[in-house]
């Protein structure tokens, strides 16, 4: 048996780097995966991809992650798909590079919106998915940028901080609700996938630029997707019954400096 048989899993950003990986991981471990992205096609590759190795265990759907109107439809998909919703991973986000004095508001809001306002939305809306199907579980994509400062990421630690907190803030009401949903947050540092991209590009591109990047890093390298995807298939399974307001660091030890 898989570590998440039966579990019915949407997973936002679901297209490619971590949202892809998550859906590959946990499909490999006996779950059925809806995966959704603004990127329709890339989502339904990835869909297709999974469909080949478990026939039927993914979905691909259109997910606009800002609109209320998106997130009732992608629920609804899912749920009718998988036959529920017992773990919903908010994946989607995006990344700006700016301080105070350079950024603008409008990637302000949009990284806000997109990074932020998407996870109160779709949990909100989910919350009834997610009450019919426990043991459920949230599990939130937040930042080592969420713990640790940056003065050129002002709008993306403000986010990934939000998204810290507002983890901890709904798995204390569904526990005092007596719900059985845990929500965690886990904490990459830079990983290889598209958003690290144009990091790597400051440092001067190529190897060059991602050594730049690995040298903050104690354990000397960039994180990969699977490292990432370890951790959210535990908080995924039932092995994590019992833990939940919990900050799971994916960072090579960057944040015990």
């Not at 899993?9 to 059925?32: H, K, N, P, S």
């Not at 919703?85 to 700016?98: D, E, P």
């Not at 990284?111 to 998407?118: L, P």
């Not at 354990?219 to 019992?242: Q, T």
Request: aromatic residues 6%; glycine residues 12%; contains cysteine.
């Amino acid at each position: 048996m898989g570590r998440v048989d039966g579990k019915k899993v949407l997973i936002t950003g679901g297209a490619q780097g971590l949202g892809a990986c998550f859906g590959r991981m946990l499909a490999d471990e006996g779950a059925r995966v809806a995966l959704s992205d603004v990127n329709f096609e890339g989502a339904e590759a990835t869909a297709d991809e999974i469909n080949k190795k478990h026939p039927g265990a993914a979905l691909a759907i259109k997910h606009d992650v800002t609109s209320k109107k998106d997130w009732e439809e992608a629920l609804d998909a899912a749920a009718e798909h998988l036959g529920g919703i017992s773990v919903l991973i908010n994946n989607a986000g995006i990344g700006t590079w700016g301080n105070i004095e350079t950024e603008t508001y409008e990637n302000w809001r949009r990284t806000q919106e997109i990074d932020v306002d998407s996870i109160f939305i779709g949990t909100q809306l989910a919350m009834p998915y997610l009450k019919e199907s426990q043991p459920a579980s949230i599990i939130n994509i937040s930042s080592v940028a969420g713990m640790v400062a940056d003065g050129m990421m002002l709008s993306y630690n403000a986010a990934k901080s939000a998204v810290w907190m507002m983890s901890k803030s709904i798995a204390l009401h569904c526990a005092k609700s007596g719900y059985d949903i845990r929500s965690n947050s886990v904490h990459p540092v830079f990983t290889r996938t598209p958003i690290v991209d144009p990091l790597i590009q400051l440092g001067g591109g190529g190897a060059e630029g991602e050594k730049k990047l690995v040298r903050q890093i104690p354990l000397g390298r960039l994180g990969e997707p699977e490292d990432v995807g370890y951790c959210v298939l535990y908080l995924a399974s039932d092995e994590s019954r019992f833990i939940t307001a919990a900050e799971f660091k994916i960072d090579g030890g960057i944040t015990a400096q």
